[in-house]
C-alpha cells in the first residue's frame, strides 16, 4: 500500500465539504460575524443544522445568550473578507465596517444578515445539550433568504492552514438521496 500515516490533527482536512460561512449576531445593538467551516445539515425541513462553536469566540457568548444567528454563504469573491472574519473578534473591532459589508434586517432573528452573501438563514438555537462538552450548537433555519440572480455561485471550502477549495465542475447521477 502506497498510503501513508496521516497525522490524527491533519484528519479535519479531509472532512470539510461544506461550504465556509459567516455567522452573524447581534448583541443588545452590537453586531458581530465570524467564520465557521465546521457545521453539517442534520435534517431536511424544517432544516436543522450542527455548528461548531468555540467557547472562546465573542460568537459564542452572543448566541448562547441570545439563541439566535444569521449563517451567511459567501462565495469566492469575499474570500478576503471571509479569511478577514475569521482572524479577528468582534470583542475589539467593528468586523461589519472593518471589512466593509453591509447589514441588512432579517425578518424573524435581531441578528443582521450580510447583503454581500448569496444566500443568508435566519437561525433559532434549538438545541444546547451538546454545547457544554463539544461546542454544537443545533439551530433551525427559520427563514431564507436567496440570490437567485447568481447563476453559478462558487462558494469556498476550507482544507485547512488558509487553502481552500473553490466550487468547481458540477456532475450529475442517479442519485436516490433527495
Ligand atoms: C476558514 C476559517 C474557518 C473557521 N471555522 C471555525 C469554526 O468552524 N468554528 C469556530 O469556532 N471557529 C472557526 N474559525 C475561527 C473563528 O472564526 C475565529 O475564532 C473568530 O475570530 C471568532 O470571532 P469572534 O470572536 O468575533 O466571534 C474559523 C476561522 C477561519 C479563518
Not at 443544522?49 to 459567501?74: H, M, Q, R, W
Not at 462565495?75 to 461589519?96: H, M, P, Q, S, Y
Not at 453591509?102 to 454545547?131: F, G, H, Q, W
Amino acid at each position: 500500500m502506497a498510503k501513508q500515516s496521516l497525522p490524527l490533527s491533519q484528519v479535519y482536512k479531509l472532512i470539510e465539504p461544506e461550504p465556509v460561512v459567516l455567522v452573524s449576531t447581534m448583541n443588545g445593538g452590537h453586531s458581530n460575524v465570524m467564520t465557521m467551516s465546521w457545521h453539517m445539515m442534520v435534517d431536511f425541513e424544517p432544516p436543522l443544522l450542527a455548528c461548531v462553536i468555540s467557547n472562546g469566540d465573542y460568537t459564542f457568548d452572543i448566541i448562547k445568550k441570545t439563541k439566535e444567528c444569521v449563517i451567511n454563504i459567501p462565495t469566492v469573491e469575499l474570500a478576503k473578507e471571509v479569511v478577514g472574519c475569521g482572524n479577528t473578534t468582534g470583542r475589539n473591532i467593528d468586523k461589519f465596517k472593518k471589512f466593509g459589508l453591509t447589514l441588512v434586517a432579517a425578518s424573524c432573528v435581531r441578528a443582521p444578515l450580510i447583503d454581500e452573501c448569496y444566500a443568508n438563514l435566519e437561525c433559532k438555537v434549538i438545541d444546547t445539550k451538546m454545547v457544554p462538552k463539544y461546542g454544537i450548537f443545533i439551530v433551525e433555519v427559520v427563514k431564507a433568504w436567496i440570490d437567485r440572480s447568481q447563476k453559478n455561485p462558487k462558494t469556498i471550502h476550507h482544507q485547512g492552514n488558509g487553502v481552500f477549495a473553490v466550487d468547481g465542475k458540477i456532475i450529475k447521477l442517479p442519485s436516490k438521496m433527495k
